[in-house]
Nanobody, 123 residues
Framework: QVQLVESGGGLVQAGESLRLSCAASGGTFNAYGGMGWFRQAPGKSREFVAAISWSGSNTRYADSVKGRFSISIDNTKNTMYLQMNSLRPEDTAVYYC???????????????WGQGTQVTVSS
């Protein structure tokens, strides 16, 4: 059973940066799969943030984070990262990582989900 554990969330001021990590364990990931980040703000539905292929050669971002967030992956450590720069109050949310293990696609939908990490950006 694949397990995903997020870390790196916290409270920052607008304009500052955070780096989230997502460590995957419990399975072998196929070369055609991938991982992604989603977020859910209070009172809102979960939304896509970014995705990356297992090789790291393909990435995709939501328009709201393009140019500010950067997704990366270290497949030797089974760990994905989300570097978040120029954070805004509207980035406040619980951030979730997700992954495909058997499904041969690096894009959503994903088979496995983490528990989430809180990111709060104060103005």
């Amino acid at each position: 059973q694949v397990q995903l554990v997020e870390s790196g969330g916290g409270l920052v001021q607008a304009g500052e940066s955070l780096r989230l990590s997502c460590a995957a364990s419990g399975g072998t990931f196929n070369a055609y799969g991938g991982m992604g980040w989603f977020r859910q703000a209070p009172g809102k539905s979960r939304e896509f943030v970014a995705a990356i292929s297992w090789s790291g050669s393909n990435t995709r971002y939501a328009d709201s984070v393009k140019g500010r967030f950067s997704i990366s992956i270290d497949n030797t450590k089974n760990t994905m990262y989300l570097q978040m720069n120029s954070l805004r109050p509207e980035d406040t949310a619980v951030y979730y990582c997700a992954a495909n293990q058997r499904r041969r696609d690096w894009l959503p939908p994903y088979e496995y989900w983490g528990q989430g990490t809180q990111v709060t950006v104060s103005s």
